[in-house]
């Protein structure tokens, strides 16, 4: 059974930081991504950072660019997948889900995501 558990959300102040941080589990590494989305209210479900987990590749839309980072550890037998965000925008408020499963930044062909992790801006 694949499990994804999101943590590391929080409130923070325009310009700061926080760091996202995913548990993967049972998941069988075909070769396929795993990836970040966010979903405001009101808003459809955005990729905001994709890694092609067998050439480390990393892809990223234009609106967090510079400004996010997707990176994974496979360290000890576990997987875990980080997003570090620098310099947060009030627009960056969200529900983030961490994904697994599809491929590059398209929500379809995701077949498994966590609960999500709240990410509060404030200006």
């Known amino acids: 059974q694949v499990q994804l558990v999101e943590s590391g959300g929080g409130s923070v102040q325009a310009g700061g930081s926080l760091r996202l941080s995913c548990a993967v589990s049972g998941y069988p590494d075909s070769g396929r991504c795993l990836a970040w989305f966010r979903q405001a209210p009101g808003k459809e479900r955005e990729g905001v950072a994709v890694i092609y987990t067998g050439t480390g590749s990393t892809f990223y839309p234009d609106s967090v660019k510079g400004r996010f980072t997707i990176s994974q550890d496979n360290a000890k037998n576990s997987l875990h997948l980080y997003l570090e965000m620098n310099s947060l925008k009030p627009e960056d408020t969200a529900m983030y889900y961490c994904?697994?499963?599809?491929?590059?930044?398209?929500?379809?062909?995701?077949?498994?995501w966590g609960q999500g992790t709240q990410v509060t801006v404030s200006s």
């Open positions: 994904a697994a499963g599809g491929v590059g930044l398209l929500k379809v062909g995701y077949k498994y």
